[in-house]
């Protein structure tokens, strides 16, 4: 069974930044094509996707509201995904989690949560303005 492990939130002031890590143990994640993505959910909303990368690491996706300054990477053969978010607003405000997608196809980035079949248990980010 995979597991996921978020690290990195915190509260950090507009305009700062912070890395999230996302460790994943149990299974290779290469081993099954998984797919990674990142998502958030803010008090009193749905949750929504953040960013995402397909198995091998070359195609991403972006929200429009992060667009230029998060960066997702997955480096390697390693079982870690981290997300870069710089330039930080108050409205990023919100639990992130890490979620892997089983048997993506080569090139395929999958952004809806539903498609998504593992889960971390988030991590908080607070920015103050």
């Known amino acids: 069974q995979l597991q996921l492990v978020e690290s990195g939130g915190g509260l950090v002031q507009a305009g700062g930044s912070l890395k999230l890590s996302c460790e994943a143990s149990?299974?290779?994640?290469?081993?099954?094509?998984?797919?990674l993505g990142w998502f958030r959910q803010a008090p009193g909303k749905e949750r929504e996707s953040v960013a995402a990368?397909?198995?091998?690491?070359?195609?991403?996706f972006y929200a429009d509201s992060v667009k230029g300054r998060f960066t997702i990477t997955r480096p390697g053969a390693k079982n870690l995904v981290y997300l870069q978010m710089t330039s930080l607003k108050p409205e990023d405000t919100a639990v992130y989690y890490c979620a892997a997608t089983a048997g993506v196809r080569s090139g395929e980035v999958r952004t809806k949560s539903d498609e998504y079949n593992y889960w971390g248990q988030g991590t908080q980010v607070t920015v103050s303005s």
């Open positions: 990368v397909n198995w091998a690491g070359g195609n991403t």
């Open positions: 149990g299974r290779t994640l290469s081993g099954s094509r998984y797919g």
